[in-house]
């Protein structure tokens, strides 16, 4: 077991929304993983979180890089962006080249570095016209980063599996507790590590929703989550103004 230590950096995907341990705090497919890894590698093993849900491309580089580099983890996953690209300010000619410099950052620290093109979330929003090819900008420029760091590649995108909504929570725009571990599974076998072979089944597609009943919950789901997310862009606000990293510092894995 070549990884000692693990350090996972970035916003909801990573902190683990919507995978809630039975206390009420998430667990997430980097939880999964960092425990499966602690397994192979020993009590000796250390893992650090420092994703927090809302958190912007810069705030991640900002504040979370500069920490995960000085704990001189073995291994780094990085995923962020994805928060960036449903803004009307996103810059994509920016964007690439600070993602680039990003990861050249990291693998020089000597780490492995885990990326991810994101999955088809737009499938399920509003906005699809706009948003959707900034995410396959995204994708493909996370896919060249990686070959040219010799990052380790994570392609949700190319997995037509996340087109089943039960992998997603009733927000939309975060996974499932079955989702995450579908994750957490193609993490471990990029790493060539072996996992719970249940991690990656899939749930069968639901039965089609009539279509007045399908209206019905898209008008819940419009109030319950698109109204919320609106106010907070208006108010210059964001879900994890008073979040704080769930695992600021390695420590080892309890039971």
């Known amino acids: 077991m070549r990884w000692r230590s693990f350090v996972a950096v970035g916003d909801s995907f990573t902190e683990g929304m919507n995978d809630a341990y039975p206390d009420g705090t998430y667990r997430g497919w980097a939880d999964l ?38 704990m001189k983890p073995d291994l780094i996953s990085f995923a962020a962006g994805g928060n960036d690209v449903l803004r009307r300010n996103f810059d994509a000619n920016l ?15 000597g780490a492995d570095v885990i990326l991810f093109r994101f999955a088809d979330v737009m499938a399920r929003l509003p906005g699809q016209r706009l948003v959707a090819p900034r995410v396959h900008l995204l994708n493909r420029a996370v896919g060249e980063v990686a070959e040219r760091h010799g990052a380790i590649l994570v392609d949700l995108y190319a997995d037509d599996t996340y087109l089943n909504p039960l992998l997603w929570s009733t927000d939309r725009l975060h996974m499932s507790a079955a989702g995450h571990r579908r994750v957490a599974g193609q993490v471990l076998t990029a790493l060539g590590v ?26 819940r789901w419009a109030g319950q989550h698109l109204a919320p997310w609106i106010k907070r862009r208006l108010t210059g606000r964001s879900s994890g103004d008073l979040v704080t990293a769930k695992r600021p510092v390695l420590g080892p894995i309890v039971d």
């Open 33 to 70: 993983v960092a425990t499966r890894l602690a397994a192979e590698a020993g009590p000796d093993f250390g893992y650090a979180n420092l994703a927090i849900r809302g958190r912007l491309f810069s705030n991640i580089v900002a504040q979370q890089v500069p920490a995960a580099v000085a």
């Open 95 to 109: 964007f690439v080249p600070r993602f680039d410099a990003v990861i050249g950052e990291l693998r020089a620290s």
């Open 194 to 219: 072996g996992c719970d072979e249940e991690w990656l089944l899939v749930p069968p597609h639901p039965a089609p929703t009539p279509w007045l009943a399908a209206r019905a919950a898209d008008l």
